[in-house]
Nanobody, 114 residues
Framework: VQLVESGGGLVQPGGSLRLSCAAS????????MSWYRQAPGKERELVAT????????FYVDAVKGRFTISRDNAKNTVYLQMNSLKPEDTAVYYC????????WGQGTQVTVSS
């Protein structure tokens, strides 16, 4: 199993970013996928989850209405569209797949600062 995140960067408050996670090594279309984040000095926290076919999603309260998780099973890719970004969204964002055990990508840094 391999998960490769991309799309992070530096953005001003109120800006947007779209993260991507390219998956390989398992049957992507049959597993739910999640995005987590870890801010400096804090524990890793769940941000959003999407079911295998994309029909159901879950968001932590802090990002509801601002972030959207989606997936393209033809491309084995899951996305996180992040709008109205706030400084408190600054963190390393990780893609997660539970394929028997939990697998993680290397993470992508998102920094929200003026």
């Amino acid at each position: 199993v391999q998960l490769v995140e991309s799309g992070g960067g530096l953005v001003q408050p109120g800006g947007s970013l779209r993260l991507s996670c390219a998956a390989s090594g398992f049957t992507f279309s049959t597993y739910g996928m999640s995005w987590y984040r870890q801010a400096p000095g804090k524990e890793r926290e769940l941000v959003a989850t999407i079911t295998s076919a994309g029909g159901s999603t879950f968001y932590v309260d802090a990002v509801k209405g601002r972030f959207t998780i989606s997936r393209d099973n033809a491309k084995n890719t899951v996305y996180l569209q992040m709008n109205s970004l706030k400084p408190e969204d600054t963190a390393v964002y990780y893609c997660n797949a539970r394929v028997g055990i939990s697998y993680w990508g290397q993470g992508t840094q998102v920094t929200v600062s003026s």
